[in-house]
């Protein structure tokens, strides 16, 4: 056990000791911060059981017994909608304990697999086949136990910590920042999930950045993406970003022509906002799109995919056509995204990689390691 502390008290000073500097001098992050399972371990207790972290889009839960499954922080989690609204609750039995519901779907109610006992949408044990013999059981007490959630602009947010302060409240910013984008008006169109050989922060990051863009896109939208004109400001505590400025390439990138609210930049401006610890959000006057990691391990990351279109976009007649072709150049980024990321995490096991500079376009990598540092203490 001394063995194993010592590791993660190594881990922990290192990532300390990286954001101590100003950013002007600041380097990449320590390596045993992405390799090291006693670190990933810190992470799952003081982040991803006491943080936010988004399930997926509220319109995809549309009926009563519309369900998704996650785990956080290795606690396996329903969501769905009751007649009531959007809910989260234990995806454990409170016989023997069985997982119950896989994957997303539609449900009546929930019927452990093991025993058939079965519960209501909202949670309540509604029958224990044989239990009336227990003369000790009591239905009104064997509930599954309930998981605090919000829908915040549409995502459904989840946490496992009963103090967390609102994303209302901590995520305020966002709306300040771009109050003509509400993203509660989006409908969500496709999604889908995957898991890649890197580490959970590497994707993060490289979501955060667009350094990346004119190498590791060359393919795609590298040729769009102008270096010079990027600027990454000051984020939040609570989040970062930066946006672009994107031509008529993609025309579902753009205000739609009946929009009257964004005026001049505003109606060709893309907003890339990280959420912490891990919803990714590019967010266009036309579209969005998005991931919202979660750690398998310290070299594989489990990815919720999804995109969507907004409301006047989604009216107009040539809609699918527009959103085909992003989906399918979305498909195409990814793929150089994956190969990015995983070649990053190969080189990171190397004993002779070494922590380089960060560019001043890497400014929120730098913010996101001053948020695990507090996080982890």
Not at 339 to 345: A, D, I, L, M, Q
């Amino acid at each position: 056990m001394g063995c194993i502390m010592g590791l993660k008290v190594k881990a922990a000073r290192e990532l300390a000791q990286n954001v101590s500097v100003p950013f002007d001098r600041a380097h990449a992050m320590p390596k045993s911060v992405y390799t090291d399972a006693d670190f990933l371990g810190l992470e799952q207790a003081h982040i991803f059981a006491t943080d936010w972290v988004c399930a997926g889009r509220a319109e995809t839960l549309a009926k009563p017994g519309d369900y998704l499954t996650l785990s956080l922080a290795g606690e396996p989690i329903i969501v769905l909608r009751d007649a009531v609204g959007i809910r989260a609750m234990s995806n454990v039995c409170r016989h023997r304990m069985s997982t119950l519901l896989q994957g997303r779907g539609q449900v009546r109610s929930i019927t452990c697999p093991y025993h058939a006992w079965t519960y209501n949408l909202d949670g309540s044990l509604r029958g224990a086949p044989a239990m009336h013999l227990n003369g000790s059981f009591c239905k009104e007490d064997m509930g599954l136990p309930a998981v605090r959630c919000e829908v915040w602009q549409g995502w459904v947010m989840v946490t496992l910590n009963p103090r967390a302060a609102s994303p209302a409240e901590t995520l305020q910013g966002i709306r300040d920042l771009i109050p003509a984008l509400d993203m509660s008006t989006y409908t969500e169109t496709s999604q889908e999930s995957f898991r890649w050989a890197t580490n959970w922060k590497v994707l993060a990051e490289n979501f955060m950045e667009s350094y990346h863009l004119p190498m590791c896109h060359k393919g795609t939208i590298g040729g769009a993406s102008r270096l010079e004109e990027m600027v990454c400001p000051e984020g939040t505590d609570a989040f970062n970003y930066h946006s672009i400025l994107k031509d008529d390439r993609v025309p579902l990138a753009l205000a739609h022509p009946s929009n009257t609210v964004l005026q001049g930049e505003d109606r060709i401006k893309t907003w890339l906002l990280a959420i912490y610890p891990s919803l990714l959000i590019t967010l266009t006057p036309g579209y969005f799109w998005y991931l919202s990691l979660t750690p398998d391990g310290p070299g594989h990351v489990n990815v919720l995919f999804g995109m969507g279109m907004s409301a006047d976009w989604l009216a107009d007649p040539q809609a699918p056509a527009h959103l085909a072709r992003v989906k399918a150049l979305l498909d195409e980024v990814n793929a150089e995204d994956k190969g990015c990321t995983e070649r990053v995490y190969q080189g990171l096991l190397s004993g002779m990689a070494q922590p380089g500079p960060l560019s001043h376009l890497e400014r929120p990598n730098y913010e996101f390691a001053q948020y695990l540092a507090r996080k982890i203490g």
